[in-house]
Structure formats: structure tokens, C-alpha cells
């Protein structure tokens, strides 16, 4: 379950921190820079059941974040001056990129204010459906489901399954289990329509959460703006690509990028897969994005960079500021890449 990987992680990052192992692999692990995954950046909200946490961290962390690095002397770059790093192997500096995948509303309004203020470039990655008002935020639909009901039924290859969530403790639980669920469906259509099939049941409107949280054109414009910001592709309609035929798979990729393209009326050379871990973006997909032109392509699988990335420019791991991990001490640890170095057995290039 989620929340036992997430104590066992929060465990091994205080393990790593306070015997200062991190300090001894990082020499060899720390790389030479790293990538950040950000998706919302708001004020902590009081409920207890947040099971989509893990995607936001408060306007302070992230402040509190950029501070640390630049007193550990590193350089927060661009996707582009990221990219010229690895292809030209300029490593004199350790670098660190800021990317927010998406495409929320509160990062204009809480984000971008601290990013211009500290003058950090970033990359924000929009899926197009998102702005166009059609998009599917189905996972925080699903919340928004567990939230208000007491019982859920869910038809499960023709048997009725029960699940109870009255109280905080089962609707965690309950979360969880519905999302290994969908999460491990192989045909995305079934795993949208079950959300959608649920929103129906239980009063939730599935277009709702897109239209509350999701930065409208007009909004993204006004982030483009920025001299610090570059918006790249995230599909059009944030779909797992690996699950899907090739041709749909390019035909998102080269879609979102056209559309984008369009109408912010600069190029856009960047892109990051969505959801992005190995069930959703692998080998076929890093050839993919190449095929659709874009400079590079990020991952959610969990590293930081070394010189051989500059061979997967379209593979490239990130480091995820998970708003479960929000202490400024993990930081230190995920720049040793110490975490890393474990959770890919060493190996320092993990694109299969
Ligand atoms: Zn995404």
C-alpha cells in the first residue's frame, strides 16, 4: 500500500540523512545534476483525507527549497541550458531544474511569484486537454468519490466488490485499493470509463476538477510571459502511452506540441509523460518523443543525471518534491542521490 512505501521511504531518508550515509555515496552517486517534479504548489489544506498529497507541496517548501540550493552553490537552469549541459558535457557546476507538470492554476498564482522572485527558470508541462476544458482529472475525481460515500460497489470482471469507507482510516485504504485497481488496468478507455461510471453513481462531476484547477489559455499565456518559463508538451489528453497503439501514442505527443505551438506562437521543445513511470513511458516511447522532435523528454522514474544521460536526452529521471517528504533535510539527501543509487541498484541509467 502506498502508505507503507511511503513510511518505509520516509524511513530510509531519515536513515540515509542522520547517519550521514548520503555524505559518503554522494561522491560517486550525486551525479552531476538533477531534475525536480512539482505538480501543485498551494497552502496546506486541513483535510484528512488527502491521498493525492503526494502532488503538492506548500508555496514555504518550495521557497525554502530553492534557498537551500542555491547556499549548496547550485545552479538552477533552464530544460535548454539543461540540455546544452549533458550534450556538451559541461559539468564545472551542479545543476538543478524546476519542472511542474500539468499545468495548475495555483502554480501561477503561488509558484511563479517565488520562482521570479529567486529568478529560477522552469518548465511547465500542459496537457492541452487540461485548458481546452476537457481533460479527465480522474484520480482527483476518484477522491472526490471515496470523499463523499459511505459504501462504494464496484463491478470487477462481473462480481460486485464491496468497500467500505465511512471513516478516514478505510477511505485511505480504500483510495488505495481502487487505485492499484485502475492503475493495473491495461486498456486506459475501461480505466476512464470506471471513474467516469463512479462520478456517475455517486454526484461527482468528473469535468469538475479540471475546470477548478487547471490554468484556463489566457492563464497559460500570462505564465509564458515569463522570461523564466518554458511550456512544454504533456499530451493532449494525459494518457499513459504506453498503453496505447503507436500511432495514438505519437499522434498525443505530436498533437499537444502543435496545439501549444499554436497558440502561444513559440516553439515547444520539451516534454514530459505523463503519469511516466515504467508502465506508462518505456523504451518505445523514449523513441517516441524523438520521432516528434523534442529536445527532452522527462520520466517520473526517481534519479538524478549523470554524463551518460546525454545518450537518453528522452528518458531523463526526475526527483519528485512530494508533498509527504516536505522537510528541507530530504533535500540534502535526494542531492547525494543516495536514495536513488539504492532504489536503481546501482545502475545509473535506468531507461529500459
Ligand atoms: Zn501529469
Same mark, same amino acid.
Given at each position: ?49 488527502? @491521498?493525492? *498529497? $503526494?502532488? #503538492?507541496?506548500?508555496?514555504?517548501? !518550495? &521557497?525554502?527549497?530553492?534557498? +537551500?540550493?542555491? =547556499? ?58 487540461? @485548458?481546452? *476544458? $476537457?481533460? #479527465?482529472?480522474?484520480?482527483?475525481? !476518484? &477522491?472526490?468519490?471515496?470523499? +463523499?460515500?459511505? =459504501? ?201
Amino acid at each position: 500500500m502506498p502508505n507503507l512505501r511511503n513510511a518505509a521511504f520516509r524511513a530510509g531518508l531519515e536513515t540515509l540523512y542522520f547517519t550521514g550515509a548520503h555524505r559518503v555515496l554522494s561522491p560517486l552517486w550525486g551525479g552531476v545534476g538533477l531534475i525536480f517534479t512539482l505538480h501543485h504548489v498551494r497552502p496546506a489544506r486541513k483535510s484528512r483525507f488527502q @491521498p493525492n *498529497r $503526494l502532488l #503538492e507541496v506548500t508555496p514555504e517548501f !518550495l &521557497e525554502g527549497t530553492i534557498l +537551500r540550493l542555491k =547556499r549548496r552553490g547550485v545552479d538552477l537552469v533552464s530544460m535548454n541550458e539543461l540540455h546544452r549541459r549533458l550534450r556538451e558535457q559541461d559539468f564545472s557546476r551542479r545543476f538543478a531544474a524546476f519542472t511542474f507538470d500539468d499545468g495548475y492554476k495555483d502554480n501561477l498564482e503561488f509558484a511563479l511569484p517565488i520562482l521570479e522572485r529567486h529568478e529560477v527558470p522552469f518548465a511547465q508541462y500542459v496537457a492541452t486537454s487540461f @485548458p481546452d *476544458r $476537457l481533460g #479527465e482529472l480522474w484520480w482527483v475525481a !476518484l &477522491e472526490r468519490v471515496v470523499e +463523499r460515500a459511505d =459504501r462504494i460497489v464496484i463491478p470487477i470482471e462481473g462480481r460486485e466488490h464491496f468497500f467500505y469507507c465511512e471513516r478516514t482510516d478505510q477511505k485511505r485504504e480504500v483510495f488505495a485499493q481502487i487505485y492499484g485497481w485502475l492503475r493495473s488496468l491495461s486498456d486506459e478507455n475501461e480505466m476512464r470509463a470506471a471513474v467516469r461510471d463512479l462520478c456517475d453513481r455517486y454526484g461527482v462531476d468528473p469535468g469538475a476538477p479540471c475546470r477548478e484547477l487547471c490554468m484556463s489559455w489566457p492563464e497559460i499565456e500570462k505564465m509564458a510571459n515569463s522570461k523564466l518559463a518554458i511550456i512544454g508538451a504533456h499530451t493532449v489528453n494525459h494518457v499513459m502511452l504506453k498503453k496505447w497503439p503507436r500511432e495514438k501514442a505519437l499522434n498525443e505527443m505530436r498533437r499537444s506540441r502543435e496545439v501549444i505551438e499554436a497558440s502561444l506562437g513559440r516553439p515547444c521543445e520539451h516534454f514530459a509523460y505523463p503519469v511516466g513511470d515504467p508502465t506508462s513511458a518505456a523504451a518505445r516511447e523514449f523513441e517516441l518523443a524523438q520521432e516528434a522532435g523534442f529536445k527532452t523528454a522527462v520520466t517520473t522514474r526517481p534519479g538524478v543525471l549523470f554524463p551518460e544521460h546525454r545518450d537518453y536526452l528522452t528518458a531523463l529521471p526526475r526527483v519528485s518534491l512530494n508533498g509527504n517528504f516536505q522537510a528541507l533535510r530530504f533535500v540534502d539527501v535526494f542531492l547525494s542521490g543516495a536514495p536513488f543509487a539504492l532504489w536503481n541498484r546501482f545502475q545509473r541509467v535506468n531507461a529500459g
